[in-house]
Structure formats: C-alpha cells, structure tokens
C-alpha cells in the first residue's frame, strides 16, 4: 500500500523517499525500480551518462529527464506482445557500458598467459 499512489507520479514518490537520512534521488530510484519496473528505471551512472550524455548529476530534475527518456524509449520498443520496460532499458544500457570496458577475446588470452607465469 505504501507507495502505490505515488509510482505514476514519479516526482512525488522520489521527493517522499528523499526525506528518509541517506537517500537521495538515486537510491530512491532504486527502491522505485525494484516496486515499479514498468514505470521507474534505476539511476545507474552508466544508463545516465548513455541516455543523457552529460556528468552525473544525482537530482530530482536529472532524474526525472533520464525517466522520461527511458520510458520513451521502452514503449518505442514495445512491439506487440514483446513488452520492454524502462528497467529493461536502464539494464541494456549499464551492461553496454559495462561490456564495453571488459577487455577482448585476444586480450583475455594474453592476461592469462601472463598470470600464468611465475617469478621465480
């Protein structure tokens, strides 16, 4: 019961769990997403820096930009019966970002080698 008058209205849930010590707009993102995947995607750096391609800047405004952008775009996914959520958007973009940073297929086998060789 508690948050579900609040997750159409994104704002309003984010400023409500804002109040609590410690939690500012992105971990309330976090706990949005977790109770709200089809309407609040989580405010990771990577998803924020990809959708909004500037510094991150943890806000209620920023927050909201980023939300508006990912809801866009999941709908625009959305075909048919095949339905795509912000969160579903927010995760491709992190693990994109992720991806991105892990080193390659010839990379790996030359680390590998490397580690495998003992000093003596």
């Known amino acids: 019961m508690g948050l579900t008058w609040a997750v159409p209205h994104i704002s309003r849930a984010i400023t409500e769990l804002t109040v609590l010590k ?10 949005l997403a977790a109770y709200a995947p089809d309407v609040a995607p989580f405010m ?5 820096v990809a959708a909004l391609g500037n510094a991150k800047e943890y ?6 930009a980023f939300a ?3 809801q866009a775009k999941a709908k625009e996914l959305t075909i048919g019966e ?3 959520t912000p969160s579903d ?3 491709a973009l992190w693990s994109s970002a992720i991806g991105s940073k892990l ?3 010839g990379n790996l086998k030359s ?4 580690r495998g060789k003992r000093k003596r």
Request: aromatic content about 6%; cysteine-free.
């Open 22 to 31: 410690g939690v500012g707009p992105a971990t309330a993102s976090a706990v």
């Open 44 to 48: 990771s750096d990577e998803a924020m």
């Open 59 to 64: 806000t209620l405004k920023q927050y909201l």
């Open 68 to 70: 508006d952008k990912l």
């Open 82 to 84: 095949e339905s795509f």
């Open 89 to 91: 958007v927010e995760r």
């Open 103 to 105: 080193p390659t297929t």
């Open 111 to 114: 680390e590998s080698k490397m």
